[in-house]
């Protein structure tokens, strides 16, 4: 489609998510903002000139923000081993057989992502198995949750790890019978490893980034309302803004270990543009569950005696929030065990009223708390940013390691009825990055090929709020709710298209739906009809 200084939207479902004003019959655009919303023939003639989008029975909403990414290291990944999917460790080898036959080049590190150890059936891999396919290599495959790395005997001779290398505090290097290292890293147990793989080049980086970005339009999503990569997708989307090529809001984060030097030069919460903006210090309380490593109140059901693995005590914790806030500088807290979520909303609520006022502290992840928490959270000011397409991979996982617990995981029902703000996102590459499908997990809590059904039904929400939560209740997490989220006028012109009205259909063909037009700014940047 052509670009156009001023566009009208007519003909079909619209869906604000303004709660002043939910439906519209007719939407108009004028450059990068929206300018008119209002019955169907009712907008004022100096409009008269817009081009016509003819919804034709189609739904009209915000374009879609994911709230909280990994965004460069999905473009990385995306030319990367990948291991999502796979059932054994036969079928893993495979697709490293497969990347290997194809790579352009077959030196240097191999490096992978996506091992889902509980489709695995429990059984870790071990070093050797890689040795075997990658034996003058060094190769580092990270599992399904990024908490833990398969690596081959190569990889630890060049990290220094050995038999009598010393277990960090906060992670763990597993060992065999006589005490060798068996080739997997729990946690932080991985750096000496990740520190030796050589960093991707500024164009590297911006070419994968490039082609994400138009994956990314291809599923309606034109904002990441939470980046908690590291300082590398700053300085890529700064490149490609002074390019030209940035198409993607960004709302980046900041990791706890460069509080410091962001102190010192005086970045504060909700600094930069209506493209990229800096959002909140990133801390980690815990680890994940697909690790067992997120930290429990009490212990795992399939592993008495683990509780997981906390990151800081409560004075260290104390100590981080006072010179973030004291600085101008909001948090985000990931926290995924009910222990972890503990410790986040009972701190995090110490300072409530000290973090900046536009840019609300947030939970990432919360996928599992205690009833008791409920109250305090709802009073805390906290936002929950959470991935409900995380359900889907994780119901049985949930089942068995947390047992009669898992009632409060994921507990979007629960949340809202509590009036607690939610931001959704995907976690990517963690999953897919597919707005549909995190509102399909949502509403529906399972995938639609499982004949289970709807997983905790109790917990499922309506369309609206799921769509809330990947467009205005995202924007609200990033501290732009002024200028993104709803279809309102004055606020920016990003709009998607969807082949059918998701709210009139039954939950489970919500996964079906697909984009057919994508618009940032007022600009179209996915036409599906070309």
Known sequence: MPRSHSYRFTNGSIVTMDPDNPVAGEVITQGDRIVWVGNRGDAPTEYRRAREIDLNKRLLLPAFSDAHTHFVLHALGLQ???LVGTSSLATGKARIKEHLKNEKSARGWVIGQGLDINLWKGKWPNRKDLDALIPDRPAAIWTHDHHSMWVNSEALKRAKITQDTPDPNDGEIVRDSHGEPTGILKESAYKPVWSKVPKPSDAEMKRA????QALAHEQGCVALGGDMGDTNTLRVFRALQSQNKLRMRLWKSV???????AIALGLTSGLGDEWIKIGAVKIFLDGALGSRTAWMLKPYSSEPGNTGIPQYTDKEFRSILQRASKNGLSVCVHAI???ACRQAIRIIGEYAGKFPKHQPPRIEHLQIIDKADLGRLARSGIVCSMQPCHLLTDRDYCDEHWGRRSHMAFAFRT??????PMAFGSDVPIEPLNPIEGIGAAVYRSRPEDKRG????????TVWEAVHGFTAGAAYAAGESHRRGMIRPGQLADLVILDRNIFTIKPVEIFDAAVDLTMVGGEPVFDRSG
């Open 255 to 261: 990791p706890v270990d460069k509080l410091d030097d």
């Open 415 to 420: 949340l809202a009825e509590h009036g607690i």
């Open 209 to 212: 980034t490039l082609y994400a």
């Open 337 to 339: 065990g009910d222990a």
């Open 454 to 461: 709807s997983w905790h039904k109790k917990e499922r929400l």
């Open 80 to 82: 990367r081993v990948d």
